[in-house]
């Protein structure tokens, strides 16, 4: 029997109402499946951007951390320099008011004249020289002088060594300094710095510990103090 035109165009659009409901279906499928990937990706790349900014934080901490505790020490070896700036500025403030008080010494001249005389003799000890030169101040010649005329028998009757004492009348001692004399051997290459300022500067520094101790107290640091 055959399809009139009617049934044909019937058919035709009941195919094609069907061939679009698969369509549909099909098209919601894919939505949904392209809409589950994308969130399925959209978490993956939103915890790995998560593991990343933790990681970048956490480094940046610890990097915030150390440099805090770089800038701490810095302040603390600036405040232990300071501290240790002043200690050492008051000692030499110590010593520079020690060496003011060496210019009094030689006003007095029976105490200067007797401290001369010890200065020669250790000078003429130290050297053990049948033959020295002494230089000092200019003003002082007289004195020592009479502390070389004195010593010279008192050596000569220790060491049973002869001695031999010229007093240098060409190269005097500065007269800023504050007294005392410099021995040295025959030709000049050994000198012995007995002055006023190098006896207050090498007491000064056997001191130095005893100094601190009194001052400061003892160094909490230290193991050893012998």
């Known amino acids: 029997m055959a399809l009139s035109d009617a049934d044909v165009q019937k058919q035709i659009k009941h195919m094609m109402a069907f061939i679009e409901q698969e369509a549909s279906e099909k098209a919601e499928e894919i939505d949904a499946k392209a809409e589950e990937e994308f969130n399925i990706e959209k978490g993956r790349l939103v915890q790995t951007q998560r593991v990343k900014i933790m990681e970048y934080y956490e480094k940046k901490e610890k990097q915030i951390e150390q440099h805090k505790k770089i800038q701490m020490s810095n302040l603390m070896n600036q405040a232990r320099l300071k501290v ?22 030689a006003k007095d001249t029976d105490k200067y004249a007797n401290l001369l005389e010890g200065l020669v003799l250790q000078g003429f000890y130290q050297l053990l020289e049948p033959k020295v030169t002494i230089r000092c101040r200019k003003q002082d010649v007289d004195m020592v002088q009479a502390a070389v005329d004195k010593n010279i028998p008192i050596f000569k009757d220790t060491v049973q060594i002869n001695i031999v004492v010229r007093i240098d009348q060409d190269r005097f001692l500065s007269p800023d300094i504050c007294g005392g004399v410099e021995v040295y051997n025959d030709n000049g290459k050994i000198r012995v710095a007995n002055t006023l300022e190098s006896r207050l500067e090498l007491i000064g520094y056997q001191m130095m510990p005893e100094v601190r101790m009194a001052l400061f107290g003892a160094n909490p640091n230290r193991k050893f103090t012998d």
């Open 84 to 105: 240790l700036k002043g200690r050492d500025d008051m000692i030499g403030e110590l010593l520079e008011e020690a060496r003011e008080r060496l210019a009094d010494i």
